[in-house]
Nanobody, 127 residues
Framework: VQLQASGGGLVQAGGSLRLSCAAS????????IGWFRQAPGKEREGVSC????????YYADSVKGRFTISSDNAKNMVYLQMNSLKPVDTAVYYC?????????????????????WGQGTQVTVSS
């Protein structure tokens, strides 16, 4: 399984970025893709998740109303639209794959439940 995150960059507070995650190298039909972030000196935290099976989405409270996750299953792509960015959103953002979407809700934003990880993409929000 290969996951490739892209789209990070430097943006001013209040601005927007769109992250992309390209997934490949697997054949199972039931999975979930999550976005996580890790700021310097902090633990990795869940940001958002989407189920490939039914499109269910999950968000951390800190990003609800600002971030939107979406997917293009035909292309095995997942996107994270980030609006109204704040300096506290500065982190390395990772996408990861959880190899089932069964009983996803309790684990959707738990990085320990994800099986495969891509490299990160840096998001820096200046004040």
């Amino acid at each position: 399984v290969q996951l490739q995150a892209s789209g990070g960059g430097l943006v001013q507070a209040g601005g927007s970025l769109r992250l992309s995650c390209a997934a490949s190298g697997f054949t199972f039909d039931d999975y979930a893709i999550g976005w996580f972030r890790q700021a310097p000196g902090k633990e990795r935290e869940g940001v958002s998740c989407i189920s490939n099976l039914d499109g269910s989405t999950y968000y951390a409270d800190s990003v609800k109303g600002r971030f939107t996750i979406s997917s293009d299953n035909a292309k095995n792509m997942v996107y994270l639209q980030m609006n109204s960015l704040k300096p506290v959103d500065t982190a390395v953002y990772y996408c990861a794959l959880h190899a089932t979407s069964y009983a996803l809700a309790p684990v959707a934003l738990n990085p320990n439940e994800y099986d495969f990880w891509g490299q990160g993409t840096q998001v820096t929000v200046s004040s």
